[in-house]
């Protein structure tokens, strides 16, 4: 596992909205295809990643929403129509498919993040989310 590098575990052709997209249709898409989080691009150019939206993001949503003391479904309409462009986390780490597994563990963890895209040079060629590192080290 030493000499794994993130190009070897990456997922391809990571899934990405635009910013303009709303909380409900992402949440959908993040049960649908059973993964953690998503790169949001900007509405006008889909290769400019402006933020990431996860499950976290989710559930901070939901929280903050029922912590209101509002209805359920008001609070789950007031968060489903909220854009991922406005609730993304916008501060992205990311890193070079040729990187070191080990290295990457040490970033998801001293950074708490659990989503990071991957580049070749300056192109997105994939992401890497803390269930393929888990899977990398523990079925290997």
């Avoid at 949440?27 to 290769?47: C, E, F, P, Q, S």
């Avoid at 933020?51 to 209101?68: E, K, N, S, V």
């Amino acid at each position: 596992m030493l000499n794994v590098v993130i190009e070897d575990i990456m997922s391809e052709n990571p899934i990405t909205v635009k910013e303009s997209v709303r909380v409900g249709d992402v949440a959908h898409l993040l049960m649908r295809y059973r993964i953690n989080g998503m790169l949001i691009v900007k509405d006008n150019d889909a290769n400019q990643i402006i933020g990431i939206f996860t499950t976290t993001d989710l559930l901070r949503l939901l929280d903050q929403a029922f912590m209101q003391k509002t209805k359920k479904m008001d609070a789950l309409d007031a968060v489903s129509n909220r854009t991922v462009g406005q609730e993304a986390s916008h501060h992205i780490v990311s890193t070079q498919k040729d990187t070191k597994i080990t290295k990457v563990i040490a970033i998801m963890h001293k950074k708490n993040v659990h989503t990071i895209p991957v580049f070749d040079q300056e192109k997105l060629v994939g992401i890497v989310g803390r269930h393929d590192i888990l899977n990398a080290a523990f079925t290997n």
